[in-house]
């Protein structure tokens, strides 16, 4: 063997045994109950793994214990800013639990959730935690023969894999429609970007809310990452067809934003000749100008209670909560993008 391939190879157990002069059944011992030794042989033993920067196999442990500390979370978007506050819920939980978190990202691709969901599964978690519901078939089969808590979030389903955490999208959606309805505006479109399960689930409220009034659905969409460049296309595209058109609902923040970006472009007044509601919430929403009625949803709370949950039943009683399917809902804030159609701006 080279010294080249000597660097490259992984150090191992008896590797460390070697170094610190005893058997690799001790350096075990010491590793996984150092106040069963003694001070001496324990500092020989760290002095060897620091010395060859050991890092212990978890998995080899995990089969021998049946316990790995670690829980899989997948989620479709690393630069959604929806699902940071999401996480944040969840390691501020199982972090401080004594859990590593291990997220992958399905990129609101089906099959490529199904991948990251096997590859978790394969690292042993002792639980799963998945941003949405829509799952392949394969993969709920995956998950129910698992044998680990497996927690649905974000949306709510009537056919859960386990435990399902979230909120009615398609109330949601009817929610902002309905208000638009209620402050008397009739030509509302409605913009979405990308297509997943959550935002159709948004349009079809929007549609139930335009059909209970009678009115005529306006609706575009377009393929990509929700992005404020997306939000202005789109609503430069749906006021060509439909140029009177009073008000949009967004199907999230971002898209708002930029629709209020290309009406401050085009000379469209918001809220007087235009309205507009987003989703989510953001951040930036309270800030905007003006500032941005959209539909807030839960989304620490969701990661929050999915880890309590889950270390209730990892480290707890083992048992599954009494509730299986918990609604969380979602609150309008109504701010200053709204108003009734040809009204002056409350400033």
């Known amino acids: 063997m080279t010294d080249l391939d000597d660097r490259r190879r992984r150090t191992t157990l008896s590797d460390v045994a070697a170094r610190a002069g005893v058997s690799a059944v001790t350096v075990s011992r010491v590793l996984r109950k150092p106040e069963m ?4 042989l324990r500092q020989r033993v760290e002095s060897a793994v620091h010395d060859l920067a050991y890092v212990p196999n978890q998995l080899a442990s995990a089969l021998a214990s049946a316990r790995t500390g670690t829980i899989g979370v997948v989620v479709p978007s690393f630069t959604n800013g929806v699902f940071g506050d999401y996480l944040r819920g ?7 639990g004594g859990f590593q978190v291990l997220v992958l990202n399905s990129r609101y691709l089906q099959g490529a959730e199904e991948r990251a ?12 935690i998945l941003a949405g519901v829509d799952q392949t078939e394969r993969a709920r089969r995956y998950l129910r023969q698992a044998g680990v808590p497996v927690v649905q979030t974000m949306e709510t389903t009537d ?4 435990i399902n955490i979230g ?15 209620d402050l008397g505006h009739r030509v509302i479109g409605q913009i979405s970007v990308p297509l997943d399960a959550r935002a159709i689930q948004r349009l079809a409220g929007y549609y139930d809310a335009i059909a209970e009034f009678g009115a005529e659905p306006h609706a575009i969409s377009v393929e990509g990452a929700s992005s404020f460049p997306f939000g202005a296309q789109l609503l430069g595209e749906l006021r060509e067809r439909q140029p009177d058109m ?4 967004a199907g999230n923040d971002n898209l708002a934003l930029g629709a209020m970006f290309e009406c401050h472009r085009r000379g469209i007044r918001v809220p007087e000749e235009m309205s507009i509601v987003g989703f989510n919430d953001l951040e930036f929403s309270a800030t905007a100008y003006p500032t941005l009625t959209t539909v807030a949803t839960p989304r620490y709370e969701m990661g929050r209670r999915s880890a309590e949950i889950v270390m209730e039943i990892v480290r707890g009683s083992g048992e599954r909560p009494r509730e299986r399917r918990i609604d969380l809902g979602f609150e309008l804030i109504v701010r200053g993008s709204t108003a009734a159609p040809g009204a002056r701006a409350a400033g």
């Open 37 to 40: 030794v003694s001070s001496d």
């Open 90 to 96: 969840l390691h501020d939980i199982l972090v401080p």
């Open 117 to 128: 969901i096997a590859t978790l599964l394969g690292q042993h978690p002792e639980a799963m």
């Open 159 to 162: 056919d859960p894999i386990d």
């Open 167 to 181: 909120l009615s999208h398609r109330g949601a959606g009817y929610a902002a429609t309905r208000h638009l309805l």
């Open 246 to 249: 009073t008000a949009v609902f």
